[in-house]
């Protein structure tokens, strides 16, 4: 009996020395840098497929000019404009178009006095419609894409033209925005429903504008 009760007593000490398992650790990400440099958009062309051409964007800012709809635009309901118009420095904006087999893609960043839009916007902007002259665009909302420290918003507009002769020509527009403080940056693209060619896929514009940013911010 108190052979055994040693042998316990041993066992148990032995259990005592031996130290606690380390607590498992949490991996940590290195903190984004939000500071934007409008001069690096043009390292987001590494997202273009391959074959697309490249042309510096001179043209207005705003995501409604690029959708057809350029002077004296009216929306319903009027406050929606404000999406696709958003205020912008135009003297600032800088940015890219390519066009390919696959649609025309444009990437514009430029300075903004304008906060993100709020959620009483949003909420009554599911679907408007906006027009400028012989062009009329059904917009419906979309969510744009998460990233860090920014607001985005998502937009498909299908536009049709009347032309002479009474013809319509018809195209589809997919606009992401993203709110970065003093800057706003948008990519858009713009697909012809009737080419013969395959658009570039669902999503694209929204992985673009993620690109964007992050190639912005260094």
Do not use: K
């Not at 690096?40 to 391959?50: C, E, K, N, Y």
């Not at 304008?114 to 002259?133: E, N």
């Not at 299908?158 to 002479?164: D, H, K, N, R």
Request: proline share 10%; hydrophobic share 40%.
């Amino acid at each position: 009996m108190r052979l055994l009760a040693v042998g316990a007593v041993a066992v148990v000490c032995a259990a005592c020395g031996t130290p606690p398992a380390p607590a498992p650790t949490t991996a940590t990400s290195a903190p984004v840098s939000l500071t934007i440099n409008p001069a690096r958009i043009d390292r987001a062309r590494s997202g273009l497929p391959q074959g697309y051409e490249v042309a510096g964007y001179t043209g207005t800012p705003t995501p409604m000019s690029l959708w057809g709809l350029r002077d004296a635009a009216a929306s319903n309901p009027p406050q929606c404009a404000a999406l696709a118009a958003p205020g912008v420095a135009a003297a600032t904006a800088r940015g890219w178009s390519a066009s390919g087999p696959g649609g025309i893609v444009y990437a514009v960043v430029a300075e903004t006095a304008s906060p993100p839009p709020d959620a009483t916007l949003l909420g009554g902007c599911g679907r408007w419609t906006v027009t400028a002259g012989h062009t009329t665009a059904a917009v419906a909302d979309r969510p744009g894409p998460e990233i860090v420290s920014a607001d985005t918003v998502g937009m498909t507009a299908t536009t049709s033209t009347v032309v002479e002769g009474g013809t319509q020509t018809h195209s589809h527009a997919d606009t992401f925005i993203a709110y970065l403080g003093e800057y706003l940056c948008f990519v858009t693209l713009v697909t012809d429903p009737g080419s013969p060619q395959p658009a570039l896929r669902a999503g694209f514009a929204a992985d673009l504008l993620t690109e964007t940013v992050s190639a912005l911010r260094g």
